[in-house]
């Protein structure tokens, strides 16, 4: 079976964020995403958003270059006021053309 | 602390495949797996089941070979008609029995 | 964009030691978790506990050094009687900051 490293971008934050940065990742390139709800605690004191409360994780695979341009993205817009987290992981992915969208769509 | 590399394997269906592909797991298998309820949008008019809405996302930690099978399967059998996505990444586990069903057993 | 390597360490387990374990990760020096409820089986006739049924996925990004301490706590604490499940994986981080205590607050 063949399989194609991609990254998996995971976002963290607070619910209301959520349709503004799913469709920011669609403008980014980003093919889909998964959203699950949860909760949790942050950094005690660092930011006044990151109180305990409900949170959702938004999750996209990505090429390597596009990954680079989320968190970039995430962190600029998002950091200094909310209490967003943002990281990436390596997957491997059956069928990688169901992540990268085709030039000419972009 | 021992710990031990696996294949932590994730597969995103659509709620209906549920039960049919942890059945699935258990006969190729895998110990356990934990589901988890999302939403979610796919590559657009790729797959008439790719529509925005509800989700699963079934994991389960197995052996390197055996994640193998699984992709292979899921592939072979949901990719063609259903909006289906599989990915392996690596974790290091406590207690590798737990994730390995001893042979009699298979 | 400057990434840090973390550790991304989860934790499976009944949602009746939500409380206990959130309370032990803050104490051995995580400064945040996010809980995702779920459902999934284990490994049969393994452990009592394991039985299928609901379950909280607890996740932490701390330091690899915090990470295997965590792991040898929960290993210590739990694996002999619940049907906890706990492992690891690498991440990337942007704001490492965001998932270190200052040295004064441990």
Chains 1, 2, 3 share one sequence.
């Not at 920011?24 to 409360?53: D, M, N, W």
């Amino acid at each position: 079976m063949h399989t194609t490293r991609l990254a998996l971008v995971t976002i963290i934050a607070e619910p209301v964020l959520e349709g503004r940065i799913t469709r920011e990742l669609r403008q980014l390139g980003a093919t889909g995403f998964t959203v699950v709800e949860g909760r949790g605690e942050g950094s005690r004191g660092r930011h006044a958003a990151e109180i305990p409360g409900v949170n959702v994780r938004i999750e996209t695979i990505v090429g390597h270059a596009l990954a680079q341009r989320i968190l970039e993205h995430i962190a600029h817009a998002y950091f200094e006021d909310f209490g967003v987290i943002a990281f990436t992981s390596e997957v491997a992915v059956v069928r990688s053309a169901k992540y990268t969208a085709p030039p000419e769509s972009r």
